[in-house]
């Protein structure tokens, strides 16, 4: 067990900058998920710490140990891959056993490992067949057995569950979590998935580019995203952008000209701004009663969930979400009135994009 | 009968004809060996060639008679096996190397080695040879067809280990591996039918490649197929001698293509990992 430290971290590929100059801790014990959309550099600082790629400048840190140009089989972390990779000639006995015997441990507390891994998994049955006989989720199980057995200094994910359906997927998630918990080793976890990434982090890094957008608990980047690409990209369906201005009296929509009923906080930052981009959650929004005390729009689209219902809708010349209760039965072409709830609205920066505080 | 099914029929039928065509072309000149090496010598060359005769053992009883055929045999095993094991103790090396680091100027420069006219090396090597006093050697045999049977090894097998998971190799690594160690535990299980093809290959490439032993053997080292060279003389050619030895020459390779021609055809045509 271990913490990991990433200081001024570099990766070049020829003239293309992938990660510029970038600054994490991750503590002892502690989940950290990275998340971002595609292409954002997340698969590659985690192959960096598992000294799959080698580092352009910068340093890294597992434990005490500055690990720079330690290969990846003396890094004692254990890394399970977004296509497993068993080794299909062995069988999953073998496969979990492997880098115990690699590392000379006695046969029979391989043997213990093995078995108390096995059955931590559920995958006893399956101990004598090869990869090839065992479905998606056993093989998943099964990467993820070679790794626990292993007892590394900490584990990484990189992607593992996007293979699955999405079922399986939920009910991997939650016992990774549960194992998480119960292994209490640092682990860092890679996903497109930001569901993935609020249900199972204790902390989460959302990165763009190559850059660390923001560092903090779901929690955290949920109810205060440091900027409009973290409010974005958080929470589902997305937060909506409404770009506003202050008018002299109060807020009004940028386009169209629509009071917006703002709450005295954000209406304080918004008069000192001029203008902004206004973010409010689809859950945030409420009905109100009184065309005057709100935005009034046309109902474009209804999708009942059950449990709530979304209604699509224009605002401010472009479509946005409110998620509404399911007991109002909202009808297409009905008119609405909307408010955002007060202490729930998100203001940014019109040019840069950073939250207002 | 639907004009589907007509086609379907007639395309079944232009598929066969085609196939009889080639294999007919291909065996003809097998067939015609070893037809002519029961012949009795008379009709070997008769024209046209006769389809009925009395079958004779007298042409395999004349080259077991007049040559020292089982030592040759002896030779070209000794030959062929060993430069069949160089090619592999270098090429299984060579070809995981080009497809790990994905560097594939080495593997063309073998390709080029083994394309280049034989003669190119005979000369350099005629020199080189005599000079260590290796002329006649074994082993100076095993080092010259180890040209022919390395980018045999490295070409079969560079498909099959790129055809493995990246991340096999990955997690490999992570679980505490060597790249020697990856070759050995991971790699070559994972390419073990393309280790076998490729081992065929070059032993029936090596086998069958003339021109080396023809120079740099001696009457000692011989292998079957320069021996074979002799009944050919500048007066008269031994025809039906000739057609027994190349019958017998020609088995070898025959019999290990008939045994493993499931595994030869899978192994040729793709890599060893799948799920």
Not at chain 2, 87 to 98: H, K
Not at chain 2, 223 to 243: C, K, P, R, V, Y
């Amino acid at each position: 067990m271990a913490s990991i430290s990433i200081r001024n971290l570099t990766k070049r590929y020829g003239n293309f900058t992938v990660i510029p100059d970038l600054n994490l801790e991750i503590a002892d014990h502690e989940f950290v998920v990275f998340v971002g959309p595609s292409g954002c550099g997340k698969s590659t600082l985690l192959r960096i710490i598992a000294g799959l790629e080698p580092i352009s400048s910068g340093d890294l840190y597992i434990g005490d140990k500055r690990v720079n140009g330690v290969q990846a089989a003396q890094r004692d972390i254990a890394m399970v891959f977004q296509d497993y990779a068993l080794y299909p000639h062995m069988k999953v006995y073998d496969n979990m056993s492997f880098a115990l015997e690699l590392r000379g441990t006695p046969k029979a507390e391989i043997d213990a490992r093995v078995k108390r891994a096995a059955a931590l998994l559920h995958i006893e049955p399956y101990l004598d067949r090869k990869p090839k006989e065992l479905s998606g989720g056993q093989r998943q199980r099964v990467a993820m057995g070679r790794a626990i057995v292993r007892n590394p200094k900490a584990f990484l994910f990189d992607e593992p569950l996007s293979n699955l359906d999405a079922k399986l997927r939920g009910q991997v998630r939650a016992e990774i979590k549960a194992l998480s918990q119960e292994l209490q080793t640092t682990m860092v976890f890679v996903t497109h998935d930001q569901i993935e990434a609020m249900t199972m982090a204790d902390r989460i890094v959302v990165l763009q580019s190559g850059t660390i957008q923001q560092y903090d608990t779901p929690e955290g980047v949920y109810e205060r995203p440091a900027n409009q690409f973290v409010a974005g990209f958080i929470g589902s369906p997305a937060m909506n952008f409404f770009p506003v201005e202050w008018s002299g009296e109060g807020a009004i929509l940028s386009q169209g000209g629509a009071a917006v009923p703002l709450d005295g906080e954000t209406a304080g930052r918004l008069r000192q701004a001029g203008s902004a981009v206004l973010g409010i959650r689809p859950e945030h929004f409420a009905v109100a009663a009184d065309a005057a005390d709100g935005m009034a729009v046309h109902i474009k689209l209804v999708e009942p969930l059950g449990s709530d219902t979304l209604i699509h809708f224009d605002l401010a010349g472009g479509p946005a979400i409110a998620r509404v209760d399911p007991a109002l039965r909202p009808k297409v072409g009905d008119r609405i009135t909307l408010r955002p709830q007060p202490g729930k609205m998100h203001l940014f920066d019109a040019a840069g994009g950073q939250v207002l505080r | 009968m639907s004009d589907a099914a007509n086609t379907d029929r007639w395309i079944r039928w232009l598929n066969t004809l085609q196939l009889v065509l080639a294999g007919l072309l291909i065996m003809a000149p097998t067939v015609w060996m070893v037809l002519s090496s029961f012949k009795p010598s008379f009709e070997v060359t008769a024209y046209p060639p006769t389809l009925i005769f009395s079958p004779t053992l007298e042409n395999y009883d004349e080259l077991t008679r007049t040559t020292p055929f089982l030592s040759y045999a002896l030779n070209s095993l000794i030959v062929t096996v060993g430069s069949t094991a160089l090619g592999l103790l270098f090429g299984i090396p060579a070809a995981f190397a080009v497809s790990w680091t994905r560097i594939s100027w080495p593997a063309i420069l073998t390709l080029a080695a083994r394309m280049a006219p034989g003669t190119l090396f005979l000369l350099p090597w005629y020199v080189m040879f005599r000079q260590i006093g290796m002329i006649g050697s074994y082993t100076a045999l095993i080092l010259s067809h180890a040209v022919i049977t390395l980018p045999i090894v490295i070409w079969v097998l560079l498909p099959s280990f790129d055809a493995i998971p990246r991340s096999v190799f990955e997690a490999a690594q992570v679980d505490g591996c060597s790249v020697t160690r990856i070759l050995w535990r991971i790699a070559m299980p994972l390419v073990a039918s393309g280790i076998a093809v490729s081992a065929i290959l070059a032993f029936v490439f090596s086998w069958n490649y003339f021109l080396f032993a023809l120079v740099l053997s001696n009457g000692d080292t011989k292998t079957l197929i320069a021996a074979a060279f002799n009944f050919i003389g500048e007066g008269s050619t031994q025809w039906g001698a000739l057609m027994a030895a190349a019958t017998l020459i020609a088995l070898p390779p025959l019999v290990l293509a008939a045994l493993v021609q499931r595994w030869l055809v899978s192994g040729l045509t793709l890599g060893a990992v799948k799920g």
